[in-house]
């Protein structure tokens, strides 16, 4: 939830508060496991790309159930059109629409 809520935030342009958001989630990360997944929820919504895309890929390595659901996540829209969006639906065997 604190994913989607820095990815809101980042939507709304509280970048401060969206970064705030990745601060935390990433001390919470030394001490359990997070999914890389939510972080490139937040640099998503961040308009942060190359972020969002190199921590999806972290989330493939991790074999992270929730990269099942960045075809019909609204939260990666913005990078939809990007041919790396598709190139990492292919990687999982997903249709692009």
Do not use: C
């Not at 958001?21 to 001490?31: G, K, R």
Request: no cysteine; charged share 25%; net charge negative.
């Amino acid at each position: 939830m604190r994913a989607q809520l820095g990815h809101a935030l980042a939507l709304s342009g509280k970048t401060t508060e969206a970064l705030q958001i990745l601060s935390e989630l990433q001390e919470l990360s030394a001490i359990q496991y997070l999914s890389p997944y939510n972080m490139a929820v937040v640099y998503a919504g961040l308009g942060e790309n190359d972020e969002a895309f190199r921590w999806l890929d972290k989330a493939f390595e991790d074999r992270s159930a929730m990269v099942i659901y960045i075809r019909t996540q609204h939260t990666f829209d913005p990078i939809r059109d990007d041919p790396r969006f598709t190139d990492r639906l292919k990687r999982l065997g997903l249709p692009k629409s």
